[in-house]
C-alpha cells in the first residue's frame, strides 16, 4: 500500500513504543505488588479487629499527671510466688 492511501497498514509499532503486550495489567510484577498491598492491607485490619477484643489493664497511677501521663514511675508490683515455694524468710 502507499502512504497516501487512507486505509490502514498492518505495520509493526516502533521497538521504542509500547505494544499492547506491554500494558500494566499485563505485567505480573503489577498483580503480585497489587496482591502483597492487599494482603498487608488485610493484616492490618485484623490485626485492629482482634486487638479490641483485648483491654489493656489500667496502670496503677497515683500523683501529678501533666496530660494524663504520670510524672513518677509507679511502684513495682509484688511477684506472684510460683505454686508449691515458700515465701522468703
Do not use: H, N
Request: hydrophobic share 40%; aromatic share 6%.
Amino acid at each position: 500500500m502507499s502512504t497516501r492511501s487512507p486505509t490502514a497498514s498492518s505495520r509493526r509499532p516502533a521497538e521504542g513504543a509500547p505494544g499492547r503486550d506491554a500494558a500494566w495489567y499485563r505485567q505480573g510484577i503489577v498483580w503480585i505488588g497489587a496482591a502483597v498491598f492487599a494482603a498487608s492491607i488485610a493484616g492490618c485490619v485484623w490485626l485492629i479487629v482482634v486487638a479490641e477484643r483485648y483491654d489493656d489493664p489500667p496502670l496503677p497511677i497515683g500523683g501529678l499527671q501533666i496530660l494524663k501521663m504520670p510524672l513518677a514511675q509507679p511502684q513495682p508490683q509484688p511477684q506472684p510466688q510460683p505454686r508449691g515455694s515458700e515465701p522468703p524468710p
